[in-house]
């Protein structure tokens, strides 16, 4: 069983950033992806980036250039650079990561809230 820990949420004014951390504890594995989704009130969860073993790494068009996924595959942790927010980034945030067994696990959410 893998446990996930995100941290990092808050609120911050717009054109802040904000770094977000989602540690994996428990069973040592190894993860094929490690990924950001978030939801925002009355709206689907979706995806804002991931990154998959080997180094790549996708983003959503609504934080292209402004956010940055990275993972310390040492640390089994995945990070979340946020530069530039705007309030419509306001969201709990979710840390998901799939292993090589394709088991896939997911975080309880950071709240990011984003505002004057």
């Known amino acids: 069983q893998v446990q996930l820990v995100e941290s990092g949420g808050g609120l911050v004014q717009p054109g802040g950033s904000l770094r977000l951390s989602c540690a994996a504890s428990?069973?040592?594995?190894?993860?094929?992806?490690m990924a950001w989704y978030r939801q925002a009130p009355g709206k689907q969860r979706g995806l804002v980036a991931n990154a998959i073993s080997g180094g790549i790494t996708n983003y959503a068009d609504s934080v292209k250039g402004r956010f940055t996924i990275s993972r310390d595959n040492a640390k089994n942790t995945v990070y979340l650079q946020m530069n530039s927010l705007k309030p419509e980034d306001t969201a709990v945030y979710y840390c998901?990561?799939?292993?090589?067994?394709?088991?896939?696990?997911w975080g309880h959410g950071t709240q990011v809230t984003v505002s004057s």
């Open positions: 428990g069973s040592i594995v190894t993860f094929y992806v």
């Open positions: 998901l990561v799939v292993d090589t067994s394709q088991n896939t696990y």
